[in-house]
């Protein structure tokens, strides 16, 4: 299993990017997948989710309405649309699948079995 995520920068506030996670080694269309993010000094955490037919999608109420999770299975990726971004949403983004079997929450990083290497989205004027 592997998970490259791409598509970050540096991006003006204000500004819009979209980030891509590309999938391989698995079946990636029975799969769950969600977004993370590390700012420098905290925690890392949940972002998006979107289940594994693309039938929901959950938020974390800070970027709801900015950000946009999506699927493509026939180009196995898993994209975050990031709009009107914030210095505050300046950190690594990281994609990952959701286990076959989960004892958690999406909200959880503990229910997510691979993880992509992160790619990093700057927001600064």
């Known amino acids: 299993v592997q998970l490259q995520a791409s598509g970050g920068g540096l991006v003006q506030p204000g500004g819009s990017l979209r980030l891509s996670c590309a999938a391989s080694g698995y079946t990636f269309g029975t799969y769950g997948m969600g977004w993370f993010r590390q700012a420098p000094g905290e925690e890392r955490e949940f972002v998006a989710f979107i289940t594994w037919n693309g039938g929901d999608t959950f938020y974390e109420p800070s970027v709801k309405g900015r950000f946009t999770i999506s699927r493509d299975d026939a180009k196995n990726t898993v994209y975050l649309q990031l709009n009107n971004l914030r210095a505050e949403d300046t950190a690594v983004y990281s994609c990952?699948?959701?286990?076959?079997?989960?004892?958690?929450?999406?909200?959880?990083?503990?229910?997510?079995?691979?993880w992509g290497q992160g790619t990093q989205v700057t927001v600064s004027s």
């Open positions: 990952a699948r959701r286990r076959t079997n989960p004892y958690t929450s999406i909200y959880d990083q503990a229910d997510y079995d691979y």
